[in-house]
């Protein structure tokens, strides 16, 4: 199973090398390199444990503070930034049209790159990151600051993110009302993975993936290994209860769902055939991905099924 200090030694060279490229290419501005990575536009700031934090949010155009509203979290990858991976996953019209708070929050620097520690401290762990705490504390900055409806926040994320997003289902469950990962893996959590209510999980990911492999390999957990326990968990069984195929885009999806089981909820995984390792758009899946986003979260708060 891969540990943390060769997950990051492995990430820089096959991710922030083209993702540095994209970045490069796409702006000019400069990145700090310290621990305090950032330089977001228009970022709000939490102080954690000595850090500026930062942050972006987006509120409905008829945000109405009288109104407790679902919160989205939406996490780049490792070397991402905040303000890119909002360009690149943007869901500001979603929460427009549908009525939710969206965050993208800025990983802290490890090494010079952004990332998310999304394992516990521990002798393997390079990071020493406190980002399931940063986490609850931005919830409650969050909360604090507009009327937010605290049964309905939800994680989502990509690569890095996506893990991360695994971790705060583990460990941050009593604040998650479900969550998803986009080309992301599940870290080898389940000796220390308690959460405190069945977790709705919605997974992306293409068969294709050289960064983290579909099937996994010596250093990175499977993505069957997540499906396996997060159905054995919530008790969802181990077929799906249903299947469909999707072949409006560039590439062939097939979807299974997963249950329901305790409290109603379910497991949603959509198999990019030859998909790679992307936040998908909708030329490549033949449907708009952060629809099927917010549609898998909406059904579902804190109790399971709505």
Known sequence: MMTYAKYYRF?????????????????????????????????????????????????????????????????????????????YADMRSLADREGFILIYPQGSCLDGNPHWNSFLSGPDNKSDAEDIDFFSALIDEISSTYN???ERVYFCGYSNGG??????????????????????????WPEVCAPTHPMPVIIFHGTNDEV???????????????????????????????????????????????????????LDLY??????????????LGFDMNEALWDFFNRYDINGLR
């Open 212 to 266: 983290l492999p579909y099937e996994g390999n010596s250093e990175w957990s499977s993505v069957p290994y997540a499906v396996n326990y997060w159905t054995e968990f919530n008790e969802l069984g181990a077929t799906p209860s249903q299947n469909q195929t999707f072949s409006g885009g560039s590439r062939l999806v097939e979807y299974e769902t997963y249950g329901p089981g305790l409290n109603q909820v379910s």
């Open 163 to 188: 893990m991360m997003s695994y971790a705060l289902a583990c460990a941050l469950s009593e604040r998650v009302a479900a969550m998803g990962s986009i080309s992301g893996t599940m870290l080898d």
């Open 148 to 150: 937010v409806d605290l």
């Open 11 to 87: 990430i820089k060279g096959v991710i922030i090398i083209p993702l540095l490229f994209f970045m490069l290419s796409c702006s000019t501005e400069n990145k700090n390199s310290g621990s305090e990575c950032g330089d977001n536009q228009n970022a709000l700031i939490l102080n954690h444990n000595g850090l500026n934090r930062e942050y972006l949010v987006h509120l409905p155009q008829d945000y109405n503070a009288s109104e407790a509203l679902p919160v989205v979290f939406n996490l780049h990858g490792y070397g991402g930034y905040a303000m890119d991976h909002l360009a």
């Open 271 to 284: 198999r990019v055939i030859q998909g790679e390792h992307n936040w998908f758009d909708t030329s490549t």
